[in-house]
């Protein structure tokens, strides 16, 4: 999968190439990892790496810097940086909403209360009331719904992407011609 054109465009504008980027600034805090393909074509492998990651990421509550969490985590698992970046915004005023009422009911039930009970609670109980006194909760139902989402994810990714198979010896500009199929 090639990226659209006007983002490459928009790249090319910020001097962001891998040859620009070998040697500099960046490259040198960073390794040859900043410039590896998998941060930045999305392959199926890079992907679901991405989402490993990132999804958990997402998941965890009122973590400052998940973004620049994220960029670090793609770049020890050499996952997709643009998708892990973006799974950041999941996480939102807007979803809070369903998130925290979620993570906080997995979290009770993982600590051994009653489902009944706390489904009741979770989504009927005033925010300073009933999560200032969960945190545990709150936290380990993140965690718990973090890693079982991004394995599940994984394991999705992998099974319904397909990568574009190559024709071999032929580069990807020289698989079609320049206008077009003839």
């Known amino acids: 999968m090639r990226l659209p054109y006007w983002i490459l465009r928009w790249m090319h504008r910020q001097r962001l190439s891998r040859s620009r980027l070998r040697g500099g600034r960046i490259h040198r805090l960073l390794g040859d990892g900043i410039i590896s393909k998998a941060l930045w074509v999305p392959t199926r492998g890079s992907l679901a790496r991405a989402w490993l990651v990132g999804f958990p990421i997402t998941v965890v509550p009122f973590l400052p810097g998940q973004s620049v969490l994220a960029a670090i985590a793609a770049l020890m698992v050499r996952g997709n940086l643009l998708l892990c970046i973006a799974l950041q915004f999941l996480s939102n005023p807007f979803t809070a909403a369903i998130q925290l009422p979620a993570c906080y009911f997995v979290g009770e039930v993982a600590r051994g209360a009653n489902p009944r009970e706390v489904w009741h609670h979770a989504w009927t109980a005033k925010w300073t009331e009933e999560y200032a006194s969960g945190f545990k909760s709150l936290y ?21 992407w397909k990568d574009k198979v190559r024709p071999k010896g032929v580069r990807s500009d020289e698989s079609m011609p320049p206008f077009g199929p003839q």
């Open 140 to 160: 380990l139902g993140a965690v718990i719904i973090g890693i079982v989402g991004g394995v599940l994810g994984y394991a999705i990714i992998l099974q319904t």
